[in-house]
């Protein structure tokens, strides 16, 4: 009886692993972006190594773009879009790595829509609809 009891801790505590808060994908976002992003971008999306996020919404005004962006990295877009990229026409020069393989699709569109919602001004239900990505808009 006593295994059976720690099975059964075990495999709550193995379920909640790698998930959001509540489930929303604001909160799944938020976990990502906190795990992976801010590393370059910086913990509040102020920049660092990476750009500061507050023009992410003017850069991108299409999350689906940004998504792009985020599945393929500097060198994926270069390889696969052009030598520029967003809505500003920068130049690819970066370091951005590509997200794809590493991060669920749904991840990525989740911190795609964290990034829009949290740094770039956009409404949330704005943000999740161009994002693709439904749920609750909690941003904890």
Known sequence: M???MWVVV??????GCGSSSDGSPLAEGK???ADLCSVCHGSTGDGGVGPALDGVAVT???CQDQIAWI???SEGWK???GDTYGATG?????????QMGNLLDSEIAAVAAFERVNYGGIEKSIA???CGVAGTTSQD
């Open 2 to 4: 006593r295994v059976l």
């Open 10 to 15: 075990a495999v709550i505590a193995l379920a």
């Open 31 to 33: 976990r990502v972006y």
């Open 60 to 62: 991108w005004p299409s």
């Open 71 to 73: 599945r393929l990295g």
């Open 79 to 81: 390889a696969e879009v």
């Open 90 to 98: 920068k130049p690819v020069n970066g370091g951005m790595p590509a």
């Open 128 to 130: 999740l609809a161009d």
